[in-house]
């Protein structure tokens, strides 16, 4: 009696494990799939939707000393083209950036609403490094980062402008 209930259940697990094989297949071709998905190109970063404000002539002769400005702007120019190398550095080397970026102001646009957009970018910028770094963040998160950064960096250039032509604008003299 119990070599009978042995042999029908070693004859059960033998036909149960026998139609493994086809899900096994199909497993590993969703998980290709999913890990294609997963990589992020830059026709995916020009399919991001945001506002991008240039800088005007005024600003650009002002920001002429900012380095760290100039900097950004190239490395943003590389994000765009789906280089993530600046992005995906040491936090220690992306803080010591941020802190240049910052203490590297000119004074004349040392304004409370450009201050501001500087702490957005530091934020921003933190949290993509912290994306791009991590393994288990989804790619849909890690385009929210790459979007949060663009914005943050045109909303800075926006200020800039908007200062720049107030001060133009408080220089108007009433005849």
Same mark, same amino acid.
């Given at each position: 009696?119990?070599?009978?209930?042995?042999?029908?259940?070693?004859?059960?697990?033998?036909? *149960? $494990?026998?139609?493994?094989?086809?899900?096994?297949? $199909?497993?590993?071709?969703?998980?290709?799939?999913?890990?294609?998905?997963?990589? *992020?190109?830059?026709?995916?970063?020009?399919?991001?939707?945001?506002?991008?404000?240039?800088?005007?002539?005024?600003?650009?002769?002002?920001?002429?000393?900012?380095?760290?400005?100039?900097?950004?702007?190239?490395?943003?120019?590389?994000?765009?083209?789906?280089?993530?190398?600046?992005?995906?550095?040491?936090?220690?080397?992306?803080?010591?950036?941020?802190?240049?970026?910052?203490?590297?102001?000119?004074?004349?646009?040392?304004?409370?609403?450009?201050?501001?957009?500087?702490? *957005?970018?530091?934020?921003?910028?933190?949290?993509?490094?912290?994306?791009?770094?991590?393994?288990?963040?989804?790619?849909?998160?890690?385009?929210?980062?790459?979007?949060?950064?663009?914005?943050?960096? $045109?909303?800075?250039?926006?200020? *800039?402008?908007?200062?720049?032509?107030?001060?133009?604008?408080?220089?108007?003299?009433?005849?």
């Amino acid at each position: 009696m119990k070599f009978i209930a042995i042999l029908l259940l070693l004859s059960s697990v033998l036909i *149960i $494990s026998c139609n493994d094989d086809k899900t096994t297949i $199909s497993e590993i071709e969703v998980s290709e799939k999913t890990n294609e998905d997963k990589k *992020i190109t830059a026709s995916t970063i020009e399919g991001i939707a945001y506002k991008d404000y240039a800088l005007s002539p005024e600003a650009h002769q002002e920001i002429i000393p900012w380095t760290q400005y100039h900097e950004l702007s190239t490395q943003i120019d590389f994000l765009k083209k789906g280089d993530f190398s600046f992005f995906n550095e040491e936090n220690a080397d992306l803080l010591k950036f941020i802190k240049d970026f910052k203490s590297n102001l000119p004074e004349t646009l040392k304004t409370n609403p450009i201050i501001s957009r500087n702490a *957005i970018i530091e934020t921003s910028l933190l949290k993509l490094n912290e994306y791009l770094t991590l393994d288990n963040i989804d790619r849909k998160d890690k385009l929210l980062g790459i979007k949060e950064v663009f914005v943050a960096f $045109s909303n800075l250039n926006y200020q *800039i402008n908007k200062k720049l032509e107030r001060d133009m604008y408080n220089d108007i003299q009433p005849e």
